[in-house]
């Protein structure tokens, strides 16, 4: 019988072994791969609306949102292929990237003439 497997852990299992039949670091790169496309999608459309209406609040969307999805994936397989770093330091450089996101976003909520 085999173990019972709950939670993330089961959704890698399934896309593992029996959906795509990929390895979990396979697996992970391209699920990672995927949010950062779907977030350059929204981070594009997120900027055309600062461009076509000279919305600052907009611009700071796209900000947060690049560096919520696309900048840390980037920079964690660049970190990682091209240093010899610990995972605490590829760990590090994407929490730092969430964190900008998030202090973007939470700009963007500002009013334009709010100060």
Same mark, same amino acid.
């Given at each position: 019988?085999?173990?019972?497997?709950?939670?993330?852990?089961?959704?890698?299992?399934?896309?593992?072994?029996?959906?795509?039949? =990929?390895?979990? *670091?396979?697996?992970?790169? &391209? %699920?990672?791969?995927?949010?950062? $496309? /779907?977030?350059?999608? !929204?981070?594009? +459309?997120?900027?055309?609306?600062?461009?076509?209406?000279?919305?600052?609040?907009? =611009?700071?969307? *796209?900000?947060?949102?690049? &560096? %919520?999805?696309?900048?840390?994936? $980037? /920079?964690?397989?660049? !970190?990682?292929? +091209?240093?010899?770093?610990?995972?605490?330091?590829?760990?590090?450089?994407?929490?730092?990237?969430?964190?900008?996101?998030?202090?973007?976003?939470?700009?963007?909520?500002?009013?334009?003439?709010?100060?």
């Amino acid at each position: 019988m085999a173990p019972v497997l709950e939670g993330p852990r089961a959704v890698v299992f399934l896309l593992e072994t029996t959906v795509v039949g =990929l390895d979990e *670091a396979t697996t992970i790169f &391209f %699920l990672g791969l995927a949010s950062a $496309v /779907l977030g350059t999608v !929204v981070t594009w +459309t997120a900027y055309r609306g600062f461009v076509r209406n000279d919305s600052q609040p907009m =611009l700071f969307l *796209a900000i947060g949102v690049a &560096f %919520l999805t696309v900048v840390p994936f $980037v /920079l964690s397989h660049a !970190v990682e292929l +091209t240093t010899d770093a610990a995972d605490a330091t590829v760990l590090l450089v994407v929490t730092a990237c969430h964190l900008l996101g998030l202090i973007a976003i939470v700009r963007s909520f500002r009013r334009p003439n709010s100060g």
